[in-house]
Protein backbone atom coordinates (compact mmCIF):
# COMPACT_ATOMS: atom_id res chain seq x y z
CA UNK A 1 0.00 0.00 0.00
CA UNK A 2 2.67 2.52 1.03
CA UNK A 3 4.33 2.48 -2.45
CA UNK A 4 0.88 3.60 -4.33
CA UNK A 5 0.03 5.84 -2.04
CA UNK A 6 -0.05 9.20 -1.40
CA UNK A 7 -1.69 10.63 2.17
CA UNK A 8 -3.30 13.62 3.58
CA UNK A 9 -2.62 15.28 6.83
CA UNK A 10 -3.95 13.40 9.53
CA UNK A 11 -6.62 14.19 12.03
CA UNK A 12 -6.80 13.89 15.75
CA UNK A 13 -9.48 12.68 17.06
CA UNK A 14 -9.98 12.03 21.21
CA UNK A 15 -11.39 10.21 23.43
CA UNK A 16 -14.78 12.14 24.69
CA UNK A 17 -13.48 14.21 28.10
CA UNK A 18 -9.92 13.37 27.08
CA UNK A 19 -7.64 15.64 25.41
CA UNK A 20 -4.62 13.99 26.03
CA UNK A 21 -3.33 12.91 22.40
CA UNK A 22 -2.53 9.50 23.48
CA UNK A 23 -5.74 8.11 24.10
CA UNK A 24 -7.85 8.35 20.48
CA UNK A 25 -7.26 7.91 17.04
CA UNK A 26 -5.15 9.59 14.27
CA UNK A 27 -7.38 9.58 10.89
CA UNK A 28 -5.75 10.11 7.52
CA UNK A 29 -7.30 9.75 3.86
CA UNK A 30 -4.90 7.57 1.68
CA UNK A 31 -5.19 8.37 -2.00
CA UNK A 32 -4.08 4.57 -4.45
CA UNK A 33 -2.41 6.12 -7.70
CA UNK A 34 -3.19 2.90 -9.00
CA UNK A 35 -7.00 2.47 -9.16
CA UNK A 36 -8.05 5.93 -8.22
CA UNK A 37 -9.14 4.84 -4.60
CA UNK A 38 -9.49 6.17 -1.99
CA UNK A 39 -8.99 5.11 2.01
CA UNK A 40 -9.42 6.53 5.09
CA UNK A 41 -7.06 4.75 7.74
CA UNK A 42 -7.48 4.97 11.34
CA UNK A 43 -4.90 4.42 14.45
CA UNK A 44 -4.88 3.68 17.96
CA UNK A 45 -2.94 6.69 18.90
CA UNK A 46 -1.10 5.06 21.60
CA UNK A 47 -0.01 2.16 18.90
CA UNK A 48 0.35 4.00 15.69
CA UNK A 49 3.65 1.93 14.53
CA UNK A 50 1.02 -1.19 14.79
CA UNK A 51 -0.80 0.14 11.49
CA UNK A 52 -4.54 1.09 11.04
CA UNK A 53 -6.81 -0.59 13.47
CA UNK A 54 -9.82 -0.04 10.49
CA UNK A 55 -9.50 0.94 6.92
CA UNK A 56 -12.69 1.92 4.40
CA UNK A 57 -12.34 1.42 0.83
CA UNK A 58 -13.89 4.99 -0.57
CA UNK A 59 -14.52 4.02 -4.37
CA UNK A 60 -13.58 7.47 -5.55
CA UNK A 61 -10.92 9.69 -5.21
CA UNK A 62 -10.80 11.93 -2.39
CA UNK A 63 -8.92 14.67 -2.88
CA UNK A 64 -5.44 15.18 -0.44
CA UNK A 65 -6.13 18.85 0.18
CA UNK A 66 -9.70 17.85 1.89
CA UNK A 67 -9.32 17.80 5.25
CA UNK A 68 -11.86 19.30 8.58
CA UNK A 69 -12.59 19.50 12.10
CA UNK A 70 -15.48 18.47 14.17
CA UNK A 71 -15.63 20.47 17.27
CA UNK A 72 -17.65 18.60 20.08
CA UNK A 73 -21.30 20.09 20.35
CA UNK A 74 -22.35 21.72 23.54
CA UNK A 75 -25.71 20.30 24.84
Do not use: K, N
Not at 32 to 55: I, M, Y
Request: aromatic fraction near 10%.
Amino acid sequence: MRGTCRFGEPVFAPVPGDPSEDHGYWMTYATDRTDGTSLLLVFAAQEREAGPVARVRIPVRVPLGLHGCWPPTEE
